[in-house]
């Protein structure tokens, strides 16, 4: 778990304003669940995930409760939509924390955010489409051109079941050549092999049978209107059969964003798929559901690796350097705010050259100063400290603001 120091926490927050101000014209509001979640909302994600088995921050709460603190938010949306019933389609966006016992690394962290989107109660190809699409786009907007676009179906529960029962017996026949961790994998769940990036299990992977001689005319409808759809916007994707992704409620549509930039095991920057049974294992009605997440952290390592997305720097209008004492420091700063300036200032009535010098370190654009002969002429000085000129002028008290910003202009 890191600290997240300004000013790259500005960049955080920049982040979330860009995914908010996309989603929300596109009719998406915020939901904001809980951190901690009954167990039993998280158990739903799949008794065989990694996720609830080995990653889980779960502990017993002083009432006797065991509860966890949330390993992602689709199972907490859709746990405040069975409590909630709000109308239907209920489209929202979600951003924070989410908590995982991983081991740590480069892109892998015990607490990182992620943004995403979920629909529940609409059972349409097109929706697919536009939370899909509105994922590309999200990247578009950071500047990043090296995304990938990974499509797949699942197909009906049908479907999915006997594909599951054809990749055990493919697996179970070539189970000395998979690696430790797929063989338990197997035990409980064929499907997740699929999910392996261990080399030792790329053989038993790339001859597996593909889920697309599975579907049923439902599903093949479903995923062609998909396909459809993203061509009808321009967006480009690829069609990749092994894409299951880790989660055992999705059916359907599954798709996953990837990088162009980090290493192989961590260029997932997000993804999603269809997950219409999850709002009835939680107690509601049968309700469908699409959405995706992507992660915060993840994604701004794809941006650092492509040179977008940088840090804004705090940039500071004017920085006031007062000798008299500070108080005129203190009011002038104050109405300097007021009139919509970004303003900061020196303390501890430090020397006028120790005050420059904070100045000049600030990368405000201007100085405002007043000693004792300006505080006793109600003016200020007005001193350029960006670009060529340095040249300064006196103003009256009165004209302060107006100078500075005409001055920044
Ligand atoms: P998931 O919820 O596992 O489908 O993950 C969705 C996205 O969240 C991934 O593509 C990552 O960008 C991000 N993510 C998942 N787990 C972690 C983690 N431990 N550390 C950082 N990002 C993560």
């Not at 053989?203 to 993203?230: K, M, N, S, T, W």
């Not at 107690?283 to 690796?305: E, K, N, S, V, W």
């Amino acid at each position: 778990m890191r600290d997240i120091l300004p000013p790259e926490s500005g960049r955080w927050r920049s982040f979330v304003g860009t995914f908010a101000d996309l989603v929300e014209p596109a009719g998406y509001g915020q939901v904001i669940p809980p951190l901690l979640e009954d167990i039993g909302v998280f158990s739903r994600i799949g008794e065989a995930t990694e996720i609830v088995q080995k990653e889980m921050y779960d502990f017993v709460d002083k009432g006797g409760r065991h509860v966890a603190l949330r390993p992602e938010q689709t199972a907490s949306v859709c746990r405040a939509f069975t409590q909630n019933r709000p109308p239907t389609p209920w489209k929202v966006w979600y951003a924070g924390p989410n908590f995982r016992y991983e081991r740590p690394q480069r892109g892998r962290y015990r607490q990182f955010d992620q943004v995403g989107i979920e629909v529940l109660g609409a059972d349409d190809p097109y929706l697919d489409v536009e939370v899909i699409a509105l994922g590309w786009q999200f990247f578009t907007a950071l500047g990043l051109t090296k995304v990938k676009l990974l499509l797949n179906s699942l197909g009906e529960p049908d479907d999915r079941a006997r594909y599951v029962a054809a990749l055990r017996g493919h697996f179970e026949a070539r189970i000395d050549s998979l690696s430790p961790e797929s063989r338990q994998t197997l035990a409980t769940n064929p499907l997740r092999v699929l999910d392996s990036k261990r080399a030792q299990d790329a053989p038993a992977i790339a001859d597996a049978p593909r889920i697309a001689d599975f579907y049923g005319a439902e599903a093949a409808a479903h995923f062609a209107a998909v396909q459809d759809g993203l061509r009808a916007l321009g967006i480009p994707f690829v069609i990749e059969p092994s894409l299951v992704r880790g989660l055992d409620y999705y059916r359907r549509t599954t798709f996953e964003y990837q990088g162009g930039t980090l290493d192989s095991a961590q260029n997932a920057l997000g993804g999603g798929g269809r997950y219409d049974g999850l709002v009835e294992d939680l107690g509601g009605p049968p309700t469908p559901g699409i959405g995706f997440a992507i992660g915060l952290d993840r994604t701004l390592l794809a941006c650092d690796d492509e040179g977008v997305f940088a840090v804004a720097a705090g940039e500071l209008d004017v920085f006031v350097v007062d000798t008299t004492g500070g108080r005129e420091a203190l009011v002038l700063a104050d109405e300097l705010r007021a009139a919509g300036l970004r303003a900061d200032r020196a303390y501890e009535n430090r020397s006028m050259k120790a005050q420059m010098k904070a100045a000049g370190r600030s990368g405000a654009a201007v100085a405002v100063i007043v000693g004792t002969d300006e505080l006793a002429a109600g003016v200020a000085v007005l001193r350029p400290l960006r670009g060529e000129s340095r040249e300064q002028v006196s103003v009256a008290r009165g004209d302060l603001a107006e100078s500075v910003k005409k001055a920044i202009r």
